[in-house]
Structures are given as C-alpha cells and as structure tokens.
C-alpha cells in the first residue's frame, strides 16, 4: 500500500469553483508539504506543517489555503479556482531524523484542471 | 536570480552514454544536496544525498558537490532505458526547521 495518497488523482473543475485536494500519509511523519509543478517552473512550495498546530505559507500560498486535520492528513484548499491554478500538485511528507538531512516522501500527484 | 539554477533541457542520449546533469545554487548556507528521481505521471523520489563538499557514489549513479563553485553533478554511468526520467536537484540548509529547494528538473531521455 502506498505510504502518501492523494485524492482525488485527476480532477476538472471551472473557473469560480472550490475545490480541496486530500492527502494522506501512513509513515507517522510530523511534517507534511503541499507543492505544485508546471512545465519550466518546476516543485514550487504552497504550504507546510511541521505538526498538527503548525501551519506556514511557502513560496506561492496566494488564492490556496490549508488545513491540518490530524498528523496523518493535510488538505489544500482552493477557494475560488481560475485557470493559472492548472497544474499537477504533489503532497509530501518528512521526517526530522538523527540527521537534518530533510528526505521528503511524495504522494503520486494530483493533476488539476481548472477551465 | 533563483537560488538553483537547473537547464531545463530536455536531453536525449543513447543507451551506455554517460550522464551529467547539473545545479547551481548561490545561497552558500545550503549543506545538505539531494537528487530526486520522478517518472511519468508518479511523485518524485530520492535518488541520492549528499552532505557538503564530496563525492558519494551508488552503484551507476555518482553525485557530486563542489562548494567553492556552488556547483552540483549527478552524473549516470551505462546509462538505461529505465534511467528515463525527470531528474530535479533539491537543497537545503542543517537546522530544524529546513525545507527544500528544487531546481526546475531535466527530462532525460534514454534512445535503446
């Protein structure tokens, strides 16, 4: 069983509409990251949670917002989609092991259309 | 300029070429170098780490650090079909509360 899921995989919504993305981890890890992907841009950081009290805009957190359900499950939230929010968006997961490298474990994505 | 700088590419070899893909970064507090290995249509996963200046090999991979240049190599020996991919370099500072920061990705293409 995957240890990152997202849900739902593929999703086409309209321009106006709300619309939240699911993840899910089983790895019992405190820290939990939402990125998006585009061609030429490549994984760029909306948000993260370092645990279930803790929540931090990244790199592009406009017109997205995030909750923390629980230390398993962290959502991204669009409120109001348009068409630049096309894109593929990937949950991650991390630990703080005995060393700080920073491995992150990713979900398989969920590919956004928004017309 | 962005902190990592990756050539988007994409690169098309034949199968047993060499491979060198690079990064450079200019933030100089980044200590920890990562290579990340993502399929089509799949999450990206850890291909490689490496802490600080050096050179860490695994099996037909070698990843590279120069930190004078704030230059990074991964290079791909006997080269694959299965290695085609999109590879992305990600770095980060030590400290508690660090994150990632990806370079844009190459594609690479392996020609049988």
């Known amino acids: 069983d995957a240890d990152v899921t997202q849900t739902p995989r593929n999703r086409i919504t309209k321009t106006g509409k709300r619309i939240m993305l699911e993840c899910s981890q089983t790895?019992?890890?405190?820290?939990m990251y939402w990125y998006r992907q585009d061609p030429g841009l490549g994984l760029r950081l909306i948000y993260y949670?370092?645990?279930?009290?803790?929540?931090n805009k990244g790199e592009i957190s406009d017109g997205y917002s995030v909750s923390r359900q629980a230390q398993a499950k962290f959502s991204l939230s669009l409120e109001s989609a348009i068409p630049n929010q096309t894109a593929l968006y990937f949950c991650?997961?991390?630990?703080?092991?005995?060393?700080?490298?920073?491995?992150?474990?990713f979900g398989p994505g969920t590919r956004l259309t928004v017309l | 300029q962005k902190e990592v700088e990756q050539d988007p590419g994409p690169l098309s070899v034949p199968e047993g070429a060499i491979v060198s893909l690079n990064c450079t970064y200019s933030?100089?507090?980044?200590?920890?170098f990562m290579w990340y290995r993502q399929y089509s249509r799949k999450g990206p996963e850890l291909l490689m780490y490496?802490?600080?200046?050096g050179n860490k090999e695994d099996g037909r991979f070698t990843a590279q650090v120069d930190k004078s240049s704030k230059y990074i190599s991964l290079f791909i020996r006997d080269s694959q079909p299965s290695d085609s991919a999109t590879y992305l370099c990600?770095?980060?500072?030590?400290?508690?509360?660090?994150?990632?920061?990806f370079g844009k990705g190459i594609t690479l293409s392996v020609r049988p």
């Open positions: 991650a997961t991390s630990d703080l092991g005995g060393s700080s490298y920073n491995e992150q474990f």
């Open positions: 790895k019992g890890h405190d820290r």
């Open positions: 949670s370092f645990d279930v009290k803790d929540i």
């Open positions: 933030n100089s507090a980044f200590q920890y």
């Open positions: 490496t802490y600080s200046s």
């Open positions: 990600a770095m980060t500072n030590t400290g508690a509360n660090s994150k990632l920061t």
